[in-house]
């Protein structure tokens, strides 16, 4: 079965069907060929990943051997009360080094050894956070990950 874009423009009851009965038909043995710009929504589908940029592919292959090539770092991402953002990242700047993703939400990147360390932080210092969540790369990272390595210049050494 090839599809190509089978949710675009569809409502979120709609597309969950789509992916249902993808996942179904696949479970039955059929090969499925998935086009789609929704990598975060097709992480939950595929077994293995083609990415293609302006026609040529950069790679092929599972996704958690995809995921491997993308920093192994951890994203945390903190959900604020409104206006304590900057507050939250002083506290918590033993971390790491904080990015503003909006008014309330900031986020950084923490090694997998540190992560039960970087929760105890969050939970002991009764900071004015909403919510959090702690995540690996997903299909999104590795996407621009292995578009950004085609971007670089090829290194050359001098002899």
């Known amino acids: 079965m090839i599809l ?11 597309r ?3 992916w249902d009965l993808i996942q179904e038909r696949n479970r039955q043995g059929v090969t499925v060929i998935l086009v789609t710009h929704n990598v975060l929504e097709a992480e939950q589908v ?5 990415v293609v940029n302006h026609g040529k592919l950069l790679a092929i292959d599972h996704v958690s051997v995809l995921k491997q090539r993308v920093d ?7 959900t604020t009360s409104l206006g304590e953002s900057d507050y939250v990242c002083r506290s918590l700047s033993a971390l790491g080094q904080w990015t503003k993703m909006g008014e309330n939400r900031i986020r950084t990147l923490i090694e997998k050894q540190n992560a039960s360390y970087a929760i105890d932080c ?10 959090y969540s702690l995540v690996p790369p997903n299909l999104e990272d590795v996407y621009f990950h292995i578009d950004d390595e085609q971007d670089k210049p090829a290194k050359t050494e001098v002899v």
């Open 46 to 50: 595929v077994d293995r990943v083609a």
């Open 4 to 14: 190509d874009e089978p949710t675009n423009e569809l409502d979120p009851k709609k």
């Open 72 to 78: 192994q770092r951890m994203k945390l991402e903190i």
């Open 16 to 18: 969950r069907l789509v």
């Open 122 to 131: 969050l939970t002991e210092q009764h900071l004015p956070i909403e919510e």
